[in-house]
């Protein structure tokens, strides 16, 4: 899309602002409230297309997405965003109307999912700023739960705007990309089974594990089980799901140097390319960075591609993937049949 039809989602987005206004006034009015059916924040509809920069605080950070002349991008990393996610939240932000007012106690906006920072992180509300080229605030709320309550297609979610201890039931629904991976194309490349020639972990102080496919489109088996102890083949199984596809949780701009003797997990495509994922700090934290070595043109395309979208960053993986690499012999293995 063109940074010109963010302009054409603003317009559409104020026909849709018109219709559920006129629909609110012309319905029944079941709860009296001198804003019902007022546009929530008057203007962002033209300025739609002033937004560069969204800031999130969550229950667990506050994070900045900017638009760039070349893109959509984290701002601390630099690594790119979905432009529709960006997109679609300010387009989302037009959209809402006020519907009703809502408590003004403290203690109970936890129910609403709009409590402060250190109450349970599903009952925090997620504060947003969007703010233009000169870093000025454009628009400020905080967005709680959701209220399918209110009817029609969109819904109500609760909001709270700056410097007001009161909440509000808004029509409409803000589009936050949930979790943070959801702001990213989050799979690089798939290995699949006919392509996967082996995967090897180790390092870290834990057990090695050597798997091997002996020919193109063979399932990957234990090349190195203990005496009495077979693969047992649904671990195996789960280690090749890893990598079809690679993909990750967060990202971070790469940030200092691996230990010696790392763990490592090193993945050797039939396509004639490596990819090691080498865990940066503990491996129980799940940051890991990605090297290629390309053997073979048949592959080098791929493998370079996955290259020029790894380097110099760091990338967490998910927790499933951050047990397996920390897999012991045991954990693939069950005793051998007699």
Do not use: C
């Not at 603003?10 to 319905?27: D, E, F, I, T």
């Not at 010696?260 to 890991?288: C, E, F, H, L, P």
């Amino acid at each position: 899309m063109h940074m010109k039809q963010i302009g054409i989602l603003a317009s559409l987005a104020a026909l849709g602002v018109a219709g559920a206004a006129l629909s609110l006034r012309s319905g029944p009015q079941g709860f009296a409230s001198d804003k019902r059916g007022q546009v929530l924040f008057p203007g962002l509809v033209q300025k739609a297309n002033d937004v560069m920069s969204i800031t999130i605080r969550d229950f667990e950070r506050s994070f900045t997405v900017e638009r760039r002349e070349d893109g959509f991008y984290n701002k601390e990393s630099g690594y790119p965003v979905k432009p529709d996610a960006f997109r679609d939240l300010v387009g989302s932000a037009t959209l809402l109307n006020f519907e009703e007012t809502k408590t003004a106690d403290s203690a109970r906006m936890a129910d609403l999912g709009l409590a402060e920072p250190g109450a349970a992180p599903e009952a925090v509300g997620r504060e947003m700023s969007f703010r233009d080229g000169k870093g000025n605030v454009l628009v400020a709320l905080t967005v709680g739960n959701s209220d399918a309550t209110v009817g029609g297609a969109r819904g109500g979610t609760f909001v709270k705007l700056p410097e007001q201890q009161q909440a509000w039931l808004v029509r409409g629904q803000m589009r936050v990309p949930v979790p943070h991976a959801a702001w990213y194309e989050i799979n690089f490349i798939n290995i699949q089974r006919d392509s996967l020639a082996g995967i090897a972990i180790k390092g870290g102080g834990l057990d090695e594990i050597i798997t091997k496919a002996e020919k193109k489109g063979d399932d990957i088996t234990l090349a190195n089980a203990p005496e009495g102890r077979a693969g047992d083949g649904s671990k195996l199984m789960r280690l090749g799901f890893m990598v079809d596809p690679i993909s990750f949780q967060d990202v971070r701009k790469a940030e200092g140097n691996a230990k010696d003797g790392a763990r490592q997990m090193i993945v050797t495509s039939w396509k004639g390319y490596t990819i090691s994922y080498t865990a940066i700090g503990d491996v129980a934290d799940g940051w890991v960075r990605f090297t290629t070595q390309v053997t073979s043109d048949v592959g080098k395309e791929e493998a370079e591609d996955f290259r020029r979208k790894t380097e110099g960053y760091d990338f967490k993986l998910a927790q499933h993937e951050i047990d397996m690499l920390r897999w012991s012999l045991k954990d693939v293995t069950q005793e051998a049949k007699s």
